[in-house]
């Protein structure tokens, strides 16, 4: 797209995630990488999903990973992104008895964050999960933190 001189560069709608950051918080060191996994058999995602590592811990050799990093293209991907963390939440943890008290959290760099409690999905049915992707996609689209009772 040619600007006229003077003129600044269009910037991306303030609604539109540039990028998403993954975390995982509970017992579960190799969750991001089978997360990370999971993910890139999507074709939208595939290329986008990336390894994030801390510093190493004193005493060891390698860094820990802190989080998955995904670049998004359009808002159509985050609703990808939303339903493989739920399938892959379902997945992973949907069968463990006691449940899991893993969190995963969804947070944009527009500002929104979304997370979910690994044990809820268990109890939920499809089309309840099928909403709550729905919704927790719009959210993140729209830059907006939900409430602690929303959801």
């Known amino acids: 797209m040619n600007v006229p001189p003077g003129q600044p560069e269009p910037q991306p709608p303030a609604s ?3 990028g998403l950051v ?6 579960d060191p ?3 990488r089978d997360l990370r996994s999971w993910l890139t058999q999507e074709d939208e995602l595939h290329g ?4 994030l590592e801390g510093r190493p ?3 060891t050799l390698g860094a820990a990973l802190e ?4 670049s998004v293209g359009s808002g159509g ?3 990808v992104i939303v339903a493989g963390v739920m399938s892959w939440v379902r997945q992973r943890y949907g069968q463990r008895r006691p449940a899991s008290t893993a969190v995963i959290k969804l947070r944009c760099t527009n500002g929104a964050s979304v997370e979910i409690p690994a044990d809820i999905l268990g109890v939920r049915s ?3 999960i099928n909403a709550q992707i729905r919704q927790l996609a719009e959210i993140l689209n729209a830059g907006q933190t939900p409430h602690a009772d929303d959801g």
């Open 48 to 51: 986008r999903v990336a390894l």
């Open 77 to 79: 991907a985050v609703s």
């Open 57 to 59: 811990p004193p005493g």
């Open 30 to 32: 190799d969750g991001l």
């Open 126 to 128: 499809p089309a309840e």
């Open 22 to 27: 993954i975390t995982i918080s509970g017992p």
């Open 16 to 18: 539109r995630p540039a």
């Open 67 to 70: 989080a998955l990093s995904v």
